[in-house]
Each structure stands twice: as C-alpha cells, then as structure tokens.
C-alpha cells in the first residue's frame, strides 16, 4: 500500500469513528429536525378539555402539539395542578404511539401569566427556572418548550413589566437554548409573539431568533376585547386605512395613531406583521401565523356594512369556540356569513339580534395555510385545539387538507 493509500485509510477509520460519536449522532439528528422543519408546520395549543380523551385527539394531522399551560411558580416552571395536569400530559405523550413523528411540547405563561420579569430578572433566577423546565422536560419525555411571556416590557393584564425586560427575555431565550441542546435529542424551543409591531419595539428580535426554531405570531385578537368597535380580529389580507374610509372604526384607528396610541394608521393583519418581521430581517422559515379557533361577538352593532367597521352597543360580549359558532350560529337564519376580500377574512352580522361575529371558519385557515406555503414561512398554529368541532369538515381538516397540496 502507498502512502497515500495509507493516509486516505486512516482518513476514513477517523470519519467512521466520528460519525458513530454521540455528538455526530445527536448532530445528524438535528440536521434531519431542520430539514423536516422545512415543510409545512401545523402546530396546535392545546388545554385539555373536561372529557379528556387523548385517544381522539387528532394528532395524525399534527406536526407539534403544545400542552397549555405551566406557570412561573417560587421561580420555577411548574403546573398548577400537578396531580390532574401531570397524567393528562403523559396520557398526551403516548399518542405518539399514532405519530411517531409529533412533537409534544409545554407552554409556560399566558394571557395574564406573571412572575417571567421577576424570574428573568437576575442569572441566578433564569438559571432556577432553566434546570426547573429541564427536570421537567426530561420527567414527561418531551420534545420541546414554547414561552409564552405576555409580555417582556410590556404589561398585559397586570402582569408586571421592566425595562430590562427586553436584555433578560433574550438571555432567558439564550439560556433555554443551551438546556435543550444539551439533550440527547433535538428539542424545540418555540415563544408566542404579538401580531402588532409595538411588542417588537421591547424584544431584541434577531437575537431572540437565534435561539428559537420559531416564533409563533398570535395573528388573532388584532381587534381586542376591550374594544367598542368592530373589525376582523384575525385578519390575513394587508388591508389599508384608506380602505375602511368613512366607517367609525376608520375614525377610532386615525384617532389612535394621532394620539400616539398606534404606530399605524391601517388595521392590523397577518400579511401586515409578516412582511414587517421579514422586514427586520427574520427567517421567514422560523415565522409561524396563528389561526383563531374562536371568534368575537359585539352586541348593539347598527347594520351599516352589514356591522362591520362599526360601533358597538359596549365592548364586546365575549368569544365563542367555532364548535359552538358551528353549532349556534351557522344553523341560525338570522345569521348571515359575509366574505370581505381585502381582509380575506369571514365575519357575520344578525340584523335582528344587532349581533356581529369576527372569526375564522375552514375557508380563511385554508387560505392562511396556502399563504404560508406560498410566502414560505414555517407554517400554521393557532390556538387553541378544543374549541374545533367534532364534526367532519373541522378548522384543522381545513389545514391539513391546505397543506397537503
């Protein structure tokens, strides 16, 4: 044998001992996570509901699967009720025995969640946290972690907020990535991010989306509950001020960008926020919309444009599932579904009852799921899984069905 035989010999003894090393193991792994990431994501939020039965959660139509909620609790990532939520996440985790491909996940936080400034305020707190959310990954064999602060530097429902928020969220983001990575297997580490652009004001975005697989974009209550006005709350198309010219809710959004209140003077969207994020220069693979499995009810709406972009009777009377939209309000004649095609959005108006309803039904989720494919994102989630209906033709039909074509 030549020298050079004998060298290019000893090259491929070295290759072959190092891609049988763990790290070239767990390398691999990743690099077939990343590829896989390349398709269509369809992730759903999940809160168990009171007839749990995971053997019919649909979790063949599934790419990830996010159990809501943990908390920050004495500092550290925990259930509430760990007795009743702990065997309902395992029971969870077994259905992948249907798809050995799912990735089951925890969110920590929402809507009201406290305790993420305080915890994340020091190295000494977000390191208690980190190793409490590891043990707590590793006792449930989970596949990743979603936070859902709400939000750093800014207060949401009383919540408390600091500026130093922003420096800490992204370090807390930082050290969570170094955790999972640390795992003999791929883990996701995914946050929930606002639809409005003043929530990117408070994150250092690009350094955030260092550590995240995804940022999942709540592209839903874009129109809030506390609002007297009507409008599309989970809007896809870019729709402009000039478009709703004349209408109250035009005046009410002019208002609040004079003020200050708004950045913006046209009604927020998912196209809107997208275009914003890439903007910024975010991986429009690592961006995630969100669909709304529920909707919005104002009361006292007059039947001017069908009751959209209109004042209310008040602030609006609450949100309802789509199983119960599906049940209540597709079966009542009074109801009237509307088609607006800036907004490539439904809603629909009860000229009797002054009822007006903003949602999405399994015409808009499909479009949101081919917009994603056509603009390449990572794909879809939304919240949240028990509010779809039981019935064939379900929101998530509608997705899984968008997404295989």
Not at 71 to 82: A, E, L, Q, S
Not at 106 to 127: H, P, V, Y
Not at 357 to 371: F, H, W
Request: charged residues 25%; aromatic residues 12%.
């Amino acid at each position: 044998m030549t020298l050079k035989k004998t060298i290019i010999a000893q090259l491929l003894i070295v290759v072959f001992v190092l891609g049988c090393s763990p790290k070239a193991k767990k390398d691999k792994e990743h690099a077939q996570v990343v590829k896989s990431s390349l398709g269509t994501v369809i992730m759903a939020y999940y809160v168990p509901e009171p007839n749990y039965e995971p053997e019919k959660i649909p979790v063949e139509k599934l790419t990830h699967i996010i159990y809501s909620f943990t908390n920050v609790i004495d500092g550290k990532m925990k259930f509430r009720n760990p007795d009743i939520a702990g065997p309902k996440l395992e029971a969870l985790v077994k259905q992948k025995q249907r798809n050995p491909d799912l990735k089951v996940m925890i969110a920590c936080g929402g809507w009201g969640a406290d305790g993420f400034s305080d915890m994340a305020l020091t190295t000494e707190g977000r390191t208690k946290f980190i190793a409490s959310a590891s043990e707590f990954i590793e006792k449930y064999q989970l596949d990743g972690l979603d936070m859902d602060w709400e939000y750093p530097g800014i207060s949401g429902a009383g919540t408390m907020a600091r500026d130093e928020d922003t420096q800490n969220f992204t370090a807390l983001m930082k050290g969570l990535r170094e955790m999972l990575d640390a795992f003999e297997t791929s883990k996701v580490l995914t946050f929930a991010s606002a639809g409005w652009k003043r929530y990117y004001d408070f994150i250092e975005t690009n350094e955030v989306m260092k550590y995240a697989d995804y940022m999942n974009v709540m592209t839903y209550d874009l129109v809030s509950g506390v609002s007297e006005y009507t409008g599309h709350h989970t809007a896809l198309g870019d729709v402009a001020s000039n478009d709703i010219l004349g209408t109250p809710f035009h005046k009410h959004l002019d208002s609040l960008y004079k003020n200050g209140r708004y950045s913006d003077p046209n009604p927020r969207s998912t196209q809107k926020i997208v275009d914003y994020l890439i903007g910024q220069s975010v991986d429009p693979k690592q961006i995630v919309i969100g669909g709304a499995f529920y909707g919005r009810v104002w009361k006292g709406v007059v039947p001017e444009n069908n009751g959209l972009y209109q004042r209310s009777g008040g602030m609006h009377i609450g949100w309802l599932a789509y199983n119960q939209i599906r049940k209540s309000y597709e079966e009542d004649a009074n109801f009237k579904r509307y088609w607006d095609e800036n907004a490539e959005a439904p809603y629909m108006y009860n000229a009797v009852d002054s009822l007006m309803l903003s949602y999405d039904d399994t015409v808009s989720v499909a479009r949101k799921t081919r917009y994603a494919m056509e603009k390449g994102l990572g794909g879809i989630m939304f919240w949240e899984l028990g509010n779809d209906t039981k019935e064939d033709g379900s929101l998530l039909d509608a997705i899984h069905k968008a997404a295989q074509n």
